[in-house]
């Protein structure tokens, strides 16, 4: 009894409760830390990634207005050196060519060169070739060719075209049910396709995902577990923000693609029917 008397008074009860807590106190400062440590980590790399891709496209561009110039001179310099040099039409010819094939190199400077657009210039120059006055004309029309063929091979060597036959063994390699699984189906839905867009170049909260959708509880829950469990976001912590992931934001710019291209064609097909209609309302 004299030993525990004494342990007591060396040791109170309130001394030793008051250590526990300050170790539990330490170990949630600790914990609270490794959290900030975290998403001051995911801000980061998120961060680098949104400005490693905005110097990128600007270093693109920059690249891509030199290649037009270069690509300008080219026209320029090949119509002046292999066009026939005395003909009553060259001066009218040589405007005609340069306009086609300047507009034709500009599409450089697009992301992804629609292959419309390619095969709209190639069927130009075709009826312009048909409709030449003279035999002479053939030798203007090769060195225009030429330097069509030439801008061609530049796109496709830069990855920004590619024609349909190009595309035949990819797309017969696309594994459907990955496709369906993994891409597709995660993005099928309104809501998810929503949150998606609103995580593109910011993070969000859980209440802010509750007020664009006007979803609650266990219904956004749902949906935010889809993108998570597919990879397309991801979470800072338990209970934290949510931001957008590599794969996610890909996803995004290819249906971004998608619809662009598609708006394209049909802005081109409405344009096209109505120079259609026009040729047929004159005399």
Known sequence: MGVENSIKEKCPVNQVVSEDQKTEEMKAVREKLSEIHNDIKKIIECSNKLYFEAALENSKREYSNILLNHLFEDVETGLERNMVKKCPEKVNCTSIFTSLLQQNAELIKHGKVDGILISNNRKRLDELRCGAPFSKCEQCFSEVSSLFIKQVNLMRSMRVYSDNQEHKSSISSIKTDTIMSEILEPVSNNHR??????????????????????????????????????????????????????????????????????????????????????????P
Do not use: P
């Not at 290819?254 to 109505?274: F, V």
């Open 193 to 282: 396709l929503e949150i998606l867009k609103a995580v593109a170049y910011e993070m969000k909260s859980f209440s802010a995902f509750s007020e664009l959708t006007n979803l609650r509880g266990g219904n956004l829950l749902f949906h935010l577990q889809k993108l998570l469990d597919n990879g397309l976001i991801l979470q800072m912590h338990e209970r934290g923000d949510y931001m957008i992931t590599d794969k996610g934001f890909k996803i995004l710019q290819g249906l971004q693609e998608i619809y662009s291209s598609l708006q394209n064609s049909q802005m081109q097909n409405h344009t096209e029917n109505i120079l259609q209609e026009e040729k047929k309302i004159r």
